[in-house]
């Protein structure tokens, strides 16, 4: 995001609390904000602290309300919505909240601020809010900025940092030095035995390996980090209790059960779609000192998560692959373009930055050269199967579409195909709700869908067509 997008939302907003402030004292109420009718409570960014959360604005919110707040927030608005970060910023999460039941009731609302309030306000959902906060009491967590337990490095984020982290596991894992590994889905032998083996090395070390928990590169990464029994922390891209893919639910649980955690910033229950892979690479970025790529195509998730690190001043290494490999076109890529060279355990600890006593307490384990042995076998045979191979033919986008796709490059189109159900049709308010999306964008969207022979409508309702259908099914397999 620029720096001139960012300084037009604050003010955006500011001039919305302001008109706000303005239209209750007119109204001879006394509220300050909407929400505080009768408290007193000051209207954060109408005082001129700059404050951008309630614990620093005198606010009389308690931390729970804010919690609460946060959770309904992580339902109401997708990754990288800066306009609710914005909100949320210069009103606190449950003053964030306050306005939008206004909006909703009928209050005015600045020209910038209604095409966002009408999305958030199509998926405000007060039962939903309280079904998130009962996983609290299962064995779930929920952590925000401002909260002991947020991770501080996502503050580099600015205005697309989440607007809150849903958790299961160790958080305290997080305190360690971190290290994203990412790579292609569709792996080779070569690329899994490679992240297998540095992640184990790494994960001895004390590096908390960062990755998405996908087929190939990722999933191999976290193995290598189980097999030594260390923590490691995968970021899903669908809610906290919907594990994806299913196919490693049991390396999921073994995450948890060697001390690592699972992340996710959006509500439970959501889905996987597209768009929330691609949101979620800068969260992997955002919580990692340094970010290693083995084996991505020229376009892929594991190149938007090297980009995203690249902006916000995190080292990035890649692995070199044969020239006649695909699935290494990005890492050489990346070479090209300034990453580090990495081709051996050595070379990540020298970006990452770790301590001499770091580097030495993979050298002082003490181990019989039969237990080394042991381990390097295991490691191997872990690394030595390919779990799946090319998604499809071509070169592969970011949102999972060949170029050749209809939809490629552009991504509001594919969260509407997303969102669309695959045989009962559906109303353009269900379909925005799901989509995260206003009414308008909706339609545009569905108007290229339908162009496509992706979309079909029968009185005033939409779904997929037959062949599209069968398309999405092939992509998930």
Partial sequence: MTEDKTSRTSSEITGAAGARDTAAETAGTGAAYPGTTGTGAAHPGT?????????????????????TAAMAWTRLAEG?????????????????????????????VPEPLRAAATRWGARYDAQGFARDRELLNRGY????????????????????????????????????????MVGSRAATDYGEKIATDFSYELAERGALIVSGGAMGIDAAAHRGAVL????TAVVFASGINRPYPKVHQELFARILDTGGLALSETAPGNAPHRHRFLARNRIIAGL?????????????????????AHTYGIPVGAVPGSIYAMCSTGCHRL????????TRVEDIVEILGFSAGQQLLHVNRTRTAAQGNGAAHDRSGA?????????????????????TDPLAGDPRAVRVRDALPARNYQPLDKIAQTAGMGFAEVMAALGKLEVAGIAESRGGKWRLTPQAREASRHRSS
């Fill in 47 to 67: 005082a001129g602290t700059g404050a951008a959360h309630p614990e620093t604005a005198g606010m009389k919110n308690t931390s729970t309300e804010e919690e």
């Fill in 80 to 108: 990288e919505d800066y306009h609710a970060v914005a909100l949320t910023d210069n009103l606190g999460y449950a003053g964030a909240l306050a306005w939008l039941e206004e909006a909703r009731a009928g209050a005015p």
């Fill in 141 to 180: 967590g929920f952590t925000y900025p401002g909260s002991p337990t947020w991770p501080q490095s996502l503050a580099q984020l600015g205005e697309q940092r989440p607007l809150g982290l849903w958790w299961k596991g160790n958080i305290a894992a997080l305190d360690r030095p971190a290290l994203a």
């Fill in 228 to 231: 030594a029994n260390a923590p």
């Fill in 288 to 308: 990692s000192q340094a970010v290693v790529v083995i084996e991505a195509p020229y376009r892929s998730g594991a190149i938007n998560t090297a980009g995203h």
């Fill in 335 to 342: 070479l090209r373009e300034g990453a580090v060279c990495i």
């Fill in 383 to 403: 690394a030595s199967r390919t779990v799946t191979r090319a998604l499809a033919s071509g070169v592969q986008l970011g949102l999972g579409l060949a170029v």
